[in-house]
């Protein structure tokens, strides 16, 4: 039993953490020109829409320093 929790346990600080990069990259929009908005929004929505499925660690992995790289970048323009 304890297995099963300590498991949720680290399940739950992965989505966290997904949840965390999803809220920054919505921030980061407001940063963005005016006619950037809309379309940074819609491909944020449109990659984690089509990664929602993802169980593998490594995959996700992948996609979070996917999403930390476009928050640096932008931070480093």
Excluded: P
């Excluded at 006619?35 to 929004?41: E, G, N, V």
């Excluded at 490594?58 to 480093?76: T, Y």
């Amino acid at each position: 039993m304890v297995i099963q929790h300590t498991g949720k346990l680290i399940a739950m600080t992965g989505r966290q953490q997904v949840l965390t990069l999803y809220r920054q990259l919505l921030r980061k929009r407001r940063q963005l020109q005016y006619t950037d908005k809309s379309f940074f929004l819609q491909r944020v929505r449109a990659e984690f829409e089509k990664n929602k499925h993802l169980t593998a660690e490594s995959e996700i992995d992948h996609c979070m320093q996917k999403g930390q790289m476009v928050l640096k970048r932008d931070a480093l323009v």
